[in-house]
């Protein structure tokens, strides 16, 4: 089955955010981008390359839609800037 990705954003997200997430079946996936945009000159984890985001089984329009819709706004009314 293929997978979707949804709420890209910058920084990564904590393990209760993946725990919301969890509820509906998707995953949190926090990862560092290849690359330094710091200008330390990182050679591997700049710590300005954190990004998130989430996936779930792909099951076609519109469920996919609505369930990111869903997973973002539980995220939002817990508090995180998603
Ligand atoms: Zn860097």
Redesign the pocket.
């Given at each position: 089955m293929s997978e979707f990705h949804f709420g890209v954003g910058k920084g990564f997200l904590p393990r209760s955010a993946g725990r919301i997430a969890a509820k509906y079946g998707v995953g949190l996936v926090n990862f560092y981008e290849p690359?330094?945009?710091?200008?330390?000159?990182?050679s591997q984890y700049?710590?300005?390359?954190k990004r998130h985001w989430f996936e779930a089984d792909a099951r076609g329009f519109p469920q996919d839609d609505q369930l990111a819709t869903r997973v973002m706004n539980e995220l939002r009314e817990a508090g995180f800037d998603v």
């Open positions: 690359g330094c945009s710091c200008g330390g000159n990182c700049c710590p300005a390359n």
